[in-house]
């Protein structure tokens, strides 16, 4: 069974752009969760999508966005980057078996380098 | 707001000696995960623990869930540089697919 894709893996934009990226979950995994990984700060929580619909939401501003199709492959937008937007963007799929929700399975990461 | 602090925050050992990694709450968890990163790459599931006083072995890997359900510490017996990455925890909820990870320990093993 194929991993959790991410495209791209790599991105460069300047400040004030938006960018999108792109998650392809474990086949049979509703749920996509999406975080933001930085030196300093850790693994922070953006949000967690299940069937279209945003079912849990971390405390990031509303530039950050995202949205769950119905082959549940998700997408983030930021908008008006920031400097401070420079990150591995990881998103995460799980299984839908009982008390195995909170299990993850990360994709490698969209890096983005915010100029 | 639920916190896991994991020690130490970094490690460096020689290849063959053992070493344990922490991960402390305040906080119950329905359930913890162990996870190792590698720079660049995102991180990969090692294992999940459910129960309380749990022990899981992975080669020469130990996990033990807290009887509480509120730590976990991770045992690696004989390191080789292959086990170097970064060692993150993280508790579950019943608020699915909102995990609370903690900060990582890195472990650098040398040959």
């Known amino acids: 069974k194929a991993g959790v894709t991410q495209t791209p893996r790599y991105l460069i934009k300047t400040r004030g752009q938006q960018v999108t990226l792109s998650c392809s979950p474990i086949?049979?995994?509703?749920?996509v969760s999406w975080y933001q990984q930085t030196p300093g700060q850790g693994l922070q929580f953006l949000f967690e999508?299940?069937?279209?619909?945003?079912?849990n939401k971390g405390n990031f501003p509303g530039r950050f966005s995202g949205r769950q199709f119905s082959n549940s492959r998700s997408e983030m937008n930021v908008s008006t980057l920031e400097l401070g937007d420079s990150a591995l963007y990881l998103c995460a799929s799980s299984p839908p078996l009982q008390g195995a929700a909170d299990t993850q399975y990360f994709g490698p990461g969209t890096r983005l380098t915010v100029l | 707001t639920q916190l896991l602090e994991q020690s130490p925050q970094f490690l460096s050992i020689q290849e063959g000696e053992n070493l344990t990694v922490y991960c402390n709450s305040s906080?119950?968890?329905?359930?913890l995960q162990w996870y190792r990163q590698e720079p660049g790459e995102g991180p990969v599931l090692l294992v999940t623990v459910v129960t309380g006083g749990e022990v899981k072995k992975l080669k020469r890997l130990t996990f033990q869930f807290g009887d509480a359900r509120k730590d976990s510490s991770l045992h690696i017996t004989a390191a080789q540089p292959g086990d170097t990455g970064l060692y993150l925890c993280a508790g579950g909820s019943t608020n699915a697919g909102k995990s609370t990870f903690g900060d990582g320990t890195t472990l650098t093993v040398k040959p």
């Open positions: 999508y299940f069937s279209e619909t945003q079912r």
């Open positions: 906080s119950v968890f329905s359930s």
């Open positions: 086949s049979g995994h509703r749920s």
